[in-house]
Nanobody, 121 residues
Framework: QVQLVESGGGLVQAGGSLRLSCAVS????????MGWYRQAPGKQRELVAT???????NYADSVKGRFTISRDNAKNTIYLQMNSLKPEDTVVYYC???????????????WGQGTQVTVSS
């Protein structure tokens, strides 16, 4: 069984910072790309940032220059450093990982349970 557990969400004032973490655990053989997505009520889930196994990042235009994604392969963990937060960043953030579990024949997308980020104006 594979689990993704996010932490680090919370309430912050506009202009402030938060750091999200997502730890992957369980019966893992290999992890390919990982990333962060976010979803507002009634809207589709959207990409925030992704990172390849060798550390190449990709960002949504809305967060470029403010957010930084990083990865620790030894800990099966990714991070999202969020700076200069804006009220429009207020949504639930989800961790995603493309994982090959032991005994599986292909990589599968797994998702965390989500963590709420609230930015007050």
């Amino acid at each position: 069984q594979v689990q993704l557990v996010e932490s680090g969400g919370g309430l912050v004032q506009a202009g402030g910072s938060l750091r999200l973490s997502c730890a992957v655990s369980g019966n893992i053989f290999s992890i390919n790309h990982m990333g962060w997505y976010r979803q507002a009520p009634g809207k589709q889930r959207e990409l925030v940032a992704t990172i390849t196994r060798d550390g190449r990042p990709n960002y949504a235009d809305s967060v470029k220059g403010r957010f930084t994604i990083s990865r620790d392969n030894a800990k099966n963990t990714i991070y999202l450093q969020m700076n200069s937060l804006k009220p429009e960043d207020t949504v639930v953030y989800y961790c995603n990982a493309d994982i090959l579990a032991f005994g599986a024949v292909r990589f599968i997308d797994y998702w965390g349970q989500g963590t709420q980020v609230t930015v007050s104006s």
